[in-house]
């Protein structure tokens, strides 16, 4: 029987590529680690498309398409820039067939996330769009072995938003724990001297005694790893002087 796609294979090639990425390993400062990377789960003439918007606001974009060429440098210079880990979010995805070996997965609220060394994560939202594809194993390593593996043959990530989270162990400085205070005893409201009441007032006041505030006297923390549209600034010029060359010289 011949082999299909459509019923979550396609996601499930997905979720693996997301566990690898999630790897925290020394390997993946070396660039042969993201060549065999990029062989495993795309095929040779695929593209990644990713859309950046400056400062969460719908002004300015920077949209990129990555060839295959270009993909493991893009991985590289991303982990070399502070990145330990990458893993993507997809709640709520859908596979649906195009063919007999052409899914397409789509997750219209798709978050890839970034952990960084220096104690940030960063968080990408928006809709992605993966085109997974049945591709033969000329040979198959052992006789039992499926003989044909599934790859992206394009892979489209639109980044609308950003956001930067910081571990509290990464803020340095002398911590000081307030201890709360008793709160107040909720009596009836007190009518005040207009005849009002101060039941608002008090309640309002009521809930700063709730929780206990911890106070860091001349606190420090790490200079934020990424730029105006969310990436590391390495990674942006590594991708800007690729699309350069791929375009060539442009004519005065």
């Known amino acids: 029987m011949a082999p299909s796609v459509g019923l979550g294979q396609g996601l499930i090639r997905l979720l693996q590529f997301s566990g690898q990425l999630s790897n925290e390993e020394p390997v993946k400062h070396q660039l042969s680690f993201w060549d065999a990377f990029v062989r495993e789960y795309f095929t040779p003439k695929a593209i990644m498309k990713v859309t950046l918007w400056k400062d969460n606001q719908r002004n300015e974009a920077k949209p990129f398409e990555i060839g295959v060429p270009i993909l493991p440098r893009f991985f590289l210079v991303t982990t070399q820039s502070g990145v330990k880990s990458m893993t993507l979010s997809l709640d709520g995805a859908r596979e649906r067939l195009l063919s007999q070996y052409h899914a397409i997965v789509e997750c219209v609220s798709a978050v890839w996330t970034y952990k960084y060394t220096n104690g940030y994560t960063v968080t990408l939202r928006g809709p992605l769009t993966v085109h997974v594809g049945i591709i033969p194993l000329p040979n198959?390593?052992?006789?039992?072995?499926?003989?044909?593996?599934?790859?992206?043959?394009?892979?489209?990530?639109?980044?609308?938003?950003?956001?930067?989270?910081?571990?509290?162990?990464?803020?340095?400085?002398?911590?000081?724990?307030?201890?709360?205070?008793?709160?107040?005893?909720?009596?009836?409201?007190?009518?005040?001297?207009?005849?009002?009441?101060?039941?608002?007032?008090?309640?309002?006041?009521?809930?700063?005694?709730?929780?206990?505030?911890?106070?860091?006297?001349?606190?420090?923390?790490?200079?934020?790893?990424?730029?105006?549209?969310?990436?590391?600034?390495?990674?942006?010029?590594?991708?800007?002087?690729?699309?350069?060359e791929r375009r060539g010289p442009t004519s005065s």
């Open 140 to 244: 198959p390593a052992q006789p039992q072995q499926i003989p044909f593996t599934l790859k992206f043959e394009q892979f489209q990530f639109d980044a609308n938003t950003h956001e930067k989270f910081i571990s509290l162990d990464s803020i340095i400085g002398e911590r000081t724990v307030e201890t709360p205070k008793t709160p107040r005893t909720r009596n009836a409201p007190t009518p005040s001297p207009s005849g009002g009441s101060s039941s608002q007032r008090g309640a309002e006041e009521d809930r700063q005694w709730d929780e206990p505030r911890v106070s860091i006297d001349h606190g420090s923390i790490p200079g934020e790893p990424v730029n105006a549209f969310g990436i590391p600034q390495a990674t942006m010029r590594c991708l800007e002087v690729r699309g350069r």
